[in-house]
């Protein structure tokens, strides 16, 4: 069952009636409808039906410092009645702890409702599974549903990936030929795919915390690397240089970066000792020790995890895309091939400098969906151990 939040319209409206698997798979839906503006939080959504699989009401969580989703869901019932018996699905367990906002499983263990389906246990081991025994102590049925344990997952992927590793999220977006090239040898790249790609990967820009390039991407191609979708015209567009030298200050002053955001949203990682002039006060500099000539990418990400970035949206270069990727640090790829072949010779290759010596080392993409973007074809999927 496919179900989109637009064509439901106000609830209750319409009598939909839903099971439980169509409920949470809504519950879904309607999450990602706060992409780019939870952050440090997770992406959540949450579905109340009657106690006869009437859909009552729906909610999101839309913003961080906001109500959380079986809040907002909450609100739209008028009548507290029409919660005697009634079921409650939320893609992650309510939160047991007073936050930015007071405890969910508090609140709901106040209500007549009958049951509450969780997607996923909250993955901080200290609360996890106190939300659950709260509920139950109040005589509410609680279930966590095993059944859409991946869409659930990808959905929190950034938040988990937070929690678990303590690292920033890592998305990783190429646009390549079909023979996996992402530019000339000379440095010419631009455009390898289509306007509607690109359209797309302006979009995911906003939906990252940051966009990170490697020193030679800024140098040469001078991009601004903000995102142009209207949905996130307020958002801080930050910007992640990652540069051991600290030689991209020589051309920062008078970039594209800096026409579209302020300096203090750029981060510049180099090495220690990189003595920056007056010029660049109020930038965010991350000093990172090297370990074998290179800047190590789990203490780099480990840093910027610490300076509030949960998520970052990996646009080259070569450099940077092979070194992650021998790292085994991206979490998410985003590939766009266009239906062009460059050829190895004049091209740069984006896994040029990834070594796989046998085939069973092969990195595999997982959890995999495509969709086409004008001639282009997208891959998304995650890298994960199985
Ligand atoms: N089609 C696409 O999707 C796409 C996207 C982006 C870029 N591109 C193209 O790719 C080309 C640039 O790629 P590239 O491989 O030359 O460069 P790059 O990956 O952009 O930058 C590499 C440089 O960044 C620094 N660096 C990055 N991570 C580091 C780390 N962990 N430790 C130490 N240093 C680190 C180093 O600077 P130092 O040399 O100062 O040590 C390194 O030489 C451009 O021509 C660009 O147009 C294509």
Redesign the pocket.
């Known amino acids: 069952v496919v179900l989109n939040y637009r064509i439901i319209g106000n609830p209750g409206e319409h009598n939909l009636q839903l099971n439980p698997l169509e409920a949470m798979r809504l519950a879904i839906e309607i999450a990602k409808k706060g992409t780019g503006f939870v952050s440090p939080n997770p992406l959540v959504g949450c579905v109340i039906l009657s106690s006869d699989g009437e859909l009552l009401a729906q909610g999101f969580h839309e913003r961080i410092g906001e109500a959380h989703a079986e809040v907002q869901a909450l609100a739209q019932i008028d009548d507290p009645e029409k919660l005697r018996g009634a079921h409650l699905y939320v893609t992650l367990e309510p939160c047991s702890h007073q936050g930015r906002t007071p405890a969910c499983a508090v609140k709901l263990a106040t209500l007549p409702i009958a049951s509450v389906t969780y997607g996923l246990k909250d993955p901080n081991p200290l609360v996890s599974g106190q939300g659950a025994e709260i509920l139950c102590k109040a005589g509410i049925s609680v279930r966590e549903m095993p059944e859409l344990k991946d869409e659930l997952e990808d959905l929190a992927e950034v938040f988990l990936t937070n929690m678990r590793s303590h690292r920033t999220f890592v998305t990783m977006?190429?646009?390549?030929s079909l023979d996996g090239q992402?530019?000339l040898a000379t440095?010419e790249?631009?455009w390898?795919t289509s306007a509607a790609s690109r359209e797309h990967v302006q979009y995911l820009r906003g939906a990252h915390d940051a966009v990170l390039?490697?020193?030679?991407?800024?140098m040469?191609?001078n991009p601004r690397l903000n995102s142009r979708n209207t949905l996130f015209a307020e958002k801080e567009q930050k910007v992640v240089l990652?540069?051991?030298?600290g030689?991209t200050t020589e051309r920062l002053i008078e970039s594209e970066l800096l026409k579209v955001r302020p300096m203090s949203s750029i981060f510049l990682v180099t090495r220690p000792g990189v003595k920056l002039s007056n010029h660049f006060d109020s930038i965010q500099h991350l000093e990172i020790n090297?370990q074998d000539?290179?800047?190590?990418?789990p203490l780099?990400l480990a840093k910027l995890y610490e300076n509030g970035i949960g998520s970052v949206f990996v646009?080259?270069?070569?450099?940077?895309?092979s070194?992650l990727l021998q790292a085994s640090m991206v979490d998410r790829l985003f590939i766009y091939l266009a239906p062009k072949i460059i050829g190895a010779k004049g091209g740069?290759s984006?896994t040029q400098g990834l070594k796989i010596d046998q085939l069973n080392q092969a990195l595999q993409l997982r959890r995999i969906h495509t969709r086409t973007f004008g001639p282009d074809v997208l891959f998304t999927g995650r890298f994960l151990a199985h």
């Open positions: 977006k190429v646009a390549a992402i530019g440095g790249s631009q390898i390039v490697g020193a030679n991407t800024f040469r191609d990652v540069d051991p030298s030689r090297e000539g290179i800047l190590p990418w780099i646009e080259g270069g070569a450099y940077v895309y070194q740069l984006w």
